[in-house]
């Protein structure tokens, strides 16, 4: 059974546009959601989520997590072909422990 | 060094043959993490490192694989008689034990057991 899920699982779209990637979890009492992206090789870590309605941003990139409804996404607006690659959604239940991970959205971008 | 550092980047080996995986932390990193990734799935938990003791074994699959760290440093990750379902990427992370501390990942070994 799958404590996190990710939707889309893939996801098709033009430069320019604008995208937004869900997660949703079953895991409760957790420290931290974390967004990675992965292009052919190691995990890049993007965001750590601790606190519930608080965006976080870098760039193009933001993302918000609710502790209540159980989900956070990520956003990205005007994308690009470097956008191309797989989000991985993952919730860390405390410090110290594994993440917990999704199968992951796979993003591509078209010229 | 400045990242995580995993050796082979790729192994190919016959069936019933062992492999080791190495990984290399970040300077200073006292959590180390394996975790697999297969093909259409998520990257699944094989076993946590804190220091040289292994408090979190949970994720490892069968007694054909195991795993080791010295010197709260280097680790190993050995599968003894491999079998065709181990084929994978193995990554490696590493991390600091405080609060609010990502883990960060290496380039993985990618396994095939032909």
């Known amino acids: 059974e799958d404590k996190v899920v990710q939707s889309p699982l893939s996801l098709v779209v033009h430069e320019g546009d604008t995208v937004t990637l869900n997660c949703s979890y079953e895991v409760t009492n957790f420290r931290s959601l974390l967004w990675y992206k992965q292009e052919k090789k190691a995990p890049t870590f993007l965001f750590m989520l601790t606190s519930s309605g608080i965006e976080k941003k870098s760039g193009r990139l933001s993302s918000i997590l609710d502790k209540k409804e159980l989900f956070s996404i990520l956003n990205i607006t005007a994308t690009q072909t470097g956008d191309s690659a797989i989000y991985l959604c993952?919730?860390?239940?405390?410090?110290?422990?594994?993440?917990?991970f999704g199968k992951g959205t796979t993003l591509s971008v078209s010229s | 060094g400045a990242g995580v550092s995993q050796s082979p980047s790729n192994k190919v080996t016959e069936k019933g043959k062992d492999v080791e995986l190495r990984c290399d932390p970040i300077s200073g990193h006292t959590a180390l993490y394996w975790y697999r990734q297969s093909l259409g799935q998520g990257l699944e938990f094989l076993i946590y490192?804190?220091?040289?003791?292994?408090?979190?074994k949970s994720g490892l699959p069968s007694d054909r694989f195991s795993a080791e760290r010295t010197g709260g440093s280097v680790s190993t990750l050995t599968i003894q008689r491999t079998q065709q379902e181990d084929s994978a990427v193995y990554l490696c992370?590493?991390?600091?034990?405080?609060?609010?501390?990502?883990?960060?990942f290496g380039d993985g070994t990618r396994l095939s057991i032909l």
């Open positions: 992370a590493s991390s600091l034990i405080t609060s609010n501390q990502p883990q960060h």
């Open positions: 993952a919730i860390l239940w405390q410090a110290g422990t594994a993440l917990i």
């Open positions: 490192f804190q220091g040289n003791s292994a408090p979190d």
